[in-house]
């Protein structure tokens, strides 16, 4: 039997990494072995992640924190240098950035709105990944994680327009990348989360219950299911991995989920 690929010495560039999905993968990345680099914009912030991430057990010289704001593609392209120039290149990059307003549905959104949304959640993986995949080609070895949505996989009223469709774009993105990069042993996943307990259900116009967050599934089990895909054997390329918990409320419904408006 092929065992899992072991992930020391790769070096590995979460966005996102401030809290939530991203923070939780960074730690089980840095867990396995990996360097690990964090992002976000909030510099205060990653510096929390930072003490987070040690307080469970990864060493001090295994993740550090690069500030960055993903839209910004000048400042994508000097921190993608930065972490070239300390660590020789990105193995495993996940774009776990994301953005969404309470003010979301068709009849209350704006342009504006609509741009802030898509320039994090699709201009900004777009960003990352061109600033890795030469680096990546060049070693013939590489995984992207996206980390797009269940809304982007099943469409639904919740998420307003400018989320789901960005996230389903950047399912596309993920497939176009399999098509094209496949031929020079890079990967993608587009990995979709049902409700996840994060700090961005803040921005909802109802924010869950505490009950229903507790039924939604946790930041720990999205770190252990980024572990999963970044540990594939070489050959295996995770096309897209689809996870919800078992009370589904998009399934289900439930106060937030009447169509008002």
């Known amino acids: 039997m092929t065992s899992r690929t072991t992930l020391t010495g790769q070096v590995a560039w979460i966005t996102g990494g401030g809290s939530g999905i991203g923070l939780a993968g960074a730690i089980e990345l840095a867990l396995a072995g990996c360097s690990v680099v964090i992002s976000g914009r909030d510099a205060t912030k990653l510096d929390a992640a930072l003490e987070v991430a040690r307080s469970k057990g990864v060493a001090v010289d295994a993740i550090s924190a690069m500030a960055l704001d993903v839209a910004d593609k000048s400042a994508v392209d ?13 193995d495993i990059l996940v774009n776990s950035a994301g953005i969404n ?8 959104t704006d342009g504006v709105t609509f741009d802030k949304v898509v320039a994090v959640n699709l201009n ?28 982007g996989w099943h469409l639904s009223r919740l998420t307003g327009p400018a989320y789901t469709a960005s996230k389903a774009a950047l ?29 961005i259900l803040k921005q909802r116009p109802i924010e869950p219950s505490a009950e229903d967050k507790a039924r939604m599934l946790q930041e720990d089990d999205l770190g252990r299911t980024i572990r999963f895909v970044a540990e594939m054997p070489p050959h295996v390329c995770i096309n897209e991995l689809v996870i919800s918990p078992v009370f589904n409320r998009i399934y289900f419904g439930g106060s937030e989920f009447d169509r008002k408006g």
């Open 101 to 108: 307003f309470p003010k979301r549905f068709w009849g209350e």
């Open 171 to 199: 399912m596309a993105l993920t497939h176009s990348f399999n098509i094209e990069e496949g031929l020079h042993g890079l990967r993608a996943t587009a990995l979709c989360p049902g409700e996840v307990a994060t700090p």
């Open 124 to 151: 900004g993986a777009t960003y990352c990944t061109l600033a890795v995949l030469h680096g990546m080609r060049a070693r013939g070895r590489g995984t992207v994680i996206n980390v797009a949505s269940f809304a």
């Open 78 to 90: 000097r921190v993608a240098a930065a972490i070239h120039a300390q660590y020789g290149g990105v």
